[in-house]
């Protein structure tokens, strides 16, 4: 069984700082990306950040500059550095690993695995 395990979330005043992570299990090996999503209430999930295989790395316009994705491929961890944070930041926040055992994207191409998501709640 693919697992994704993220920790790191909670609740920060606007401005502050969090770093999510996410360990996946040893049945991933080398996906061909991972990245983190998130889904505020109310709203569709969207792709925050993303990390191809070579490491080259992209951003959602909104988080641009502020938060920073990188991973350890020994340690099999993902990790998400969100720094000044705004209220329209809270969200729930999930770890995705596109890798060809995992199940097919619902409505696009691929496969992915997800982990079970965690909240991110920034204050004004």
């Known amino acids: 069984q693919v697992q994704l395990v993220e920790s790191g979330g909670g609740s920060v005043e606007a401005g502050g700082s969090l770093r999510l992570s996410c360990v996946a299990s040893?049945?991933?090996?080398?996906?061909?990306?991972m990245g983190w999503f998130r889904q505020a209430p109310g709203k569709e999930r969207e792709r925050v950040a993303g990390?191809?295989?070579?490491?080259?790395?992209t951003y959602a316009e909104s988080v641009k500059d502020r938060f920073t994705i990188s991973k350890d491929n020994a340690k099999r961890i993902l990790n998400l550095q969100m720094d000044s944070l705004k209220p329209e930041d809270t969200a729930m926040y999930y770890c995705a690993a596109d890798y060809l055992f995992c199940p097919p994207v619902v409505g696009g191409a691929g496969n992915r695995c997800w982990g079970q998501g965690i909240q991110v709640t920034v204050s004004s």
């Open positions: 990390i191809n295989a070579d490491g080259t790395t």
């Open positions: 040893r049945s991933i090996f080398s996906p061909s990306s």
